[in-house]
């Protein structure tokens, strides 16, 4: 198992860095005693301010009654690192086993929700549910990010990114085009 | 400016592997003799059948104007070789220019929809507005995809990934753990 990076507060606004890219995430979830943890790839960023993230939680996950019923989760930023935890955490149900202990992940206290953070991961963002207008058509989640606490070391973590058929596209070298940018679009 | 790579048609439940992983896109879009194109990075999928993709296409753009006048639109796949003209395209106004003659882009015509496929793409996805429930409040666009266009090699194209700062990750190295997936999950 990976170590656990230390991580710092870091802007809400500025989490586009880290789920813009498409990552396959950890989302964690608590109500009435009851954690879990589901993979996600079914994610986008919407807005800055309020940082508002929209995600697509099937009805049939165990996930999806716990964070319907708290109106809250964490969304974890894994890494390479814990891609087989990640497989692992997506082919089993939470109804029937505590995936902390199954997977050896670390539950740290959030902030400002139930939630726990997976102290493993390099970045872990505690959202409040902020629209359900959408869940009952598409079990499309709009949250808004409330807190984020993320790593300062490596600025781009090697993340995982789904594409079907069990296979995953593992982040690659950055280039920057930022003298192209108008400022205002930076 | 690179090739035109011949694409063949692909089963539109399966476009996730070229979405999913979270690349940035080019949208195309056309309204009575008008075209543009934008670059997009906000996006997610939502459903496999129908095939659903769920874009954020913020009101200040010109392609916001054509695309909900005509409801449709083709989300074209860029790969590393075109990262000057997606962030070109980016920083420019389709209300002042031709982006297709600017940027060096050949306009190819799609079967479903009058917006054009960009022929220097890895990839076309012809998509007609399903849903635009949250249009006036977030932005957010949901759309069906009803035709794909995808190069058959190389599989895993060499997208790019924006994370803010005008910097962008390179797709990079493939890993499966299929062996890992229950078979109802692949």
């Not at 549910?129 to 949250?143: G, Q």
């Not at 594409?163 to 950055?174: L, Q």
């Amino acid at each position: 198992m990976p170590r656990h990076p230390t991580k710092a507060d870091f802007p809400v606004a500025n989490i586009r860095r880290y789920l813009e890219p498409g990552p396959v995430v950890l989302v964690t979830s608590a109500w009435r005693g009851k954690t879990n943890i589901m993979t996600m790839c079914w994610h986008t960023v919407m807005e800055f301010t309020p940082s508002l993230v929209g995600c697509v939680i099937a009805a049939s996950n165990y996930s999806f009654e716990l964070i319907r019923a708290s109106r809250a989760c964490v969304i974890n930023l894994p890494t390479l690192a814990l891609a087989d935890a990640v497989v692992g955490i997506g082919n089993c149900c939470g109804r029937e086993i505590d995936k902390f202990e199954t997977f050896g992940l670390t539950a740290a206290p959030a902030v400002a929700v139930k939630a726990p953070l997976i102290a493993e991961c390099h970045a872990s963002f505690e959202c409040r549910l902020a629209d359900d207008a959408l869940v009952e058509k598409y079990n499309f989640f709009i949250f808004e990010v409330v807190r984020a606490h993320v790593a300062p070391s490596p600025r781009h973590p090697r993340t995982i990114h789904y594409t079907g058929d069990g296979v995953f596209m593992v982040a690659g070298k950055t280039i920057s085009r930022r003298a192209m940018f108008r400022p205002e679009y930076l």
